[in-house]
């Protein structure tokens, strides 16, 4: 499709399904095709839209962002407190998922979950380029425990996938609300886009150090659903394997990068509270449709 012929974004519904199939293109291993001067100028269109999204974004949080202090050790301990005061903190849903979500109201839950799953191993991998050793030793640290340490049967995205499958969950990005693919599409823009990587290091950082509480309470529910623990290990797995990359990530990623630059404790402080934004909108449009 030609950049011209590209319907408008109307509304954010609209933008975020182009911007989800984008991605899917965009990241997708291909083969050079006699359209690739069109296919350039579409993509250009794309980006432009993607980068009005992320600015969007950022204006939404910058004022939280500023009060970050930019000394490293200020900074971790300014990032660390978001685990407790960061948007989305302690939401009603998760424990309303743990007690009482039926079997089909889960299933909901999990099809939008895994919409907005971008990979959180290429984002590490896309996100690493070029970083200074101490940080990228230790993203390659995490994409490795992600990748199941060489071992297909517990590489962390498959898992995923299987509980998916074990539910018959279709995450295609058209049947999901769009504060899912919104949050996909953030996490993407922000790894494949070098002006962003700083921030997308604060939220993958973000996602390190808030996911546990959530996923623990989410595999809480699945057991008590019946669902089997094979199945829900991706769930069982970062509620606990995730406190551990949290810490490391702090200490290994961000405090070198904020000591060797600190303008980037802005960014970082800006990627952590617009994943953390967007993920709280998720969990208020989820609460919005079970009635919570």
């Known amino acids: ?100 979500a039926s079997l089909a109201e889960m299933r909901w839950f999990l099809e939008q979950e895994v919409a907005g799953e971008a990979g959180f191993d290429d984002l590490v991998a896309l996100t690493q380029v070029k970083l200074p050793v101490q940080p990228k030793l230790e993203l390659a640290r995490n994409y490795w425990d992600e990748m199941g340490r060489g071992r297909e049967k517990a590489m962390h995205g498959p898992l995923l996938g299987n509980l998916a499958r074990e539910l018959g969950v279709d995450a295609d990005p058209s049947r999901v609300v769009w504060e899912a693919n919104a949050l996909a599409n953030l996490l993407v823009a922000l790894a494949a886009n070098r002006r962003y990587a700083y921030h997308a290091i604060g939220a993958l950082g973000a996602i390190e150090m808030t996911a546990p509480g959530r996923v623990a309470e989410v595999d809480a529910g699945l057991a008590r659903l019946g669902v089997a623990k094979g199945a829900r290990r991706y769930f069982s797995l970062h509620a606990v394997v995730d406190l551990r990359h949290s810490a490391a990530w702090n200490r290994e990623v961000i405090r070198p990068l904020v000591d060797g630059d600190p303008r980037a404790a802005r960014a970082i402080a800006e990627g952590a509270l617009m994943r953390l934004a967007a993920g709280a909108r998720c969990f208020a449009r989820y609460r919005e449709q079970f009635g919570i």
């Open 1 to 100: 499709m030609e950049a011209s012929a590209l319907p408008a974004p109307v509304d954010p519904h609209a933008l975020h399904l182009i911007l989800a199939h984008f991605n899917q293109r965009r990241l997708r291993p291909s083969l050079p095709a006699p359209s690739w001067r069109e296919d350039l100028r579409e993509e250009a269109t794309l980006r432009e839209m993607e980068g009005d999204f992320v600015e969007s974004e950022r204006a939404l949080v910058a004022d939280r962002a500023r009060t970050a202090p930019i000394d490293s050790g200020s900074f971790v301990r300014w990032f660390e407190s978001l685990r407790e005061t960061g948007p989305g903190q302690e939401d009603p849903l998760f424990p309303w998922l743990r007690s009482r």
